[in-house]
């Protein structure tokens, strides 16, 4: 508990070197937050899943939460580099030893970046199994054809995971066999038969859509047995799940310490609006539904660790802190009146960044479904 402190303190340190004006200032310029990666980086944060005989710092998700929850506490944007923390774990659990010793060192110390999670295509969207990227088999290699959509950070990132299939969907038994995953170096192969093609969205997250074009790629690349990718990405899925819930509870205690400051200082009517309890009530609300989610999110992350299964926990935990999250900002924003809307005050920007996490990694409908087939057992809809 300490050590958490501890840490909730060093990056809560860290990020006021990087106040909400950097933030401000980088998607003004569609810029990335190099600078603020490397001082995550030098500082062992964005290595903290990483075991330490690979070069990482080997705690576990609670900590890697607590982390990117400080840094959206603190109004900065974790959605430009978290995914290194997931990604890696498909690395970890799945890859084999030749692909850890190559990798994981150089990924925790800073020198690869592992940013891009290649799954979500045009037409296949929230339908996995549908995926048509097809990477053939022959033999000391593999030949890639086919789209991504969405696939965020693949301009700033060394390597990429990637799903494809490499069985057709018609030869197997069931849609979930038959995909694999690999782990691609991309530095060498943009414009070689990979191209990028940026995608401008409501807030500053630097996705991009995928061509691959023949792409020849080594056999070596394929993480663990061919065929069984589907399992494997599944495997992360938790644990992106989890940390993505961290983030909008820190959006959430962003919102509510903003609101509650505003609402405490804005004179009208000759006294501070917080004295109304129109408005006092939605940040209160707010209040109890970050606790309340929270709760999820701690108890999934608890259950992670311990290695337990930790499927409903980590899906209620993401459809709660989003939702939360979501409300919290509105609040601050309708608290703040015209001032919400100026983007000196950083309130309208992480309003935009915290609602994606309703669409992505999934989105709430689906979690909903997940509820309702795989915890309650109600019939199965698709
Ligand atoms: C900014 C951004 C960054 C992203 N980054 C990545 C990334 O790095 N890597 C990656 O692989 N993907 C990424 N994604 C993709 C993301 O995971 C998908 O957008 C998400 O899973 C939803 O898929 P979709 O957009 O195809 O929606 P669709 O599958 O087309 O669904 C559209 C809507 O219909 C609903 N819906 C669909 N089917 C059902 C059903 N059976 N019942 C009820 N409702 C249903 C969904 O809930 C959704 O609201 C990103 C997306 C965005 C917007």
Redesign the pocket.
Known sequence: MIEYQEIRNSVSKLCERFPNEYWRELEKSNGYPDDFIRVLNDEGFLSVLIPEEYGGVGLGIEAAGIILEEISRSGGHP?AFH?QMYTMGTVLRHGSEDQKARYLPKIASGELRLQ?????E?V????TTSIRTFAENRGDHYIINGS???????EHSDLILL?ARTTPAGEVKRKTEGLSVFLIDMREIVGNGLTIHP?E?M?N?H?TELFFDNLKIPADCLVGEEGKGFRYILDGMNAERILISYECIGDCKFFIERAKTYASEREVFGRPIGKNQGVQFPIARSYAEMRAAELMVNEAARKFDAGEHCGEEANIAKLLASEASWKAGDTCLQTHGGYGFAKEFDIERKLRETR?YQ????????I??YISEHVLGLPR??
Do not use: E
């Open positions: 959605g995914a891009a999670f290649g799954v979500t045009p296949a969207g929230t339908d991504k959509v969405w696939i965020s950070r693949a799903l995608i969205t807030m997250h996705t994606l669409v992505a990694p999934v989105s709430t409908n689906l909903l479904s809809s698709f």
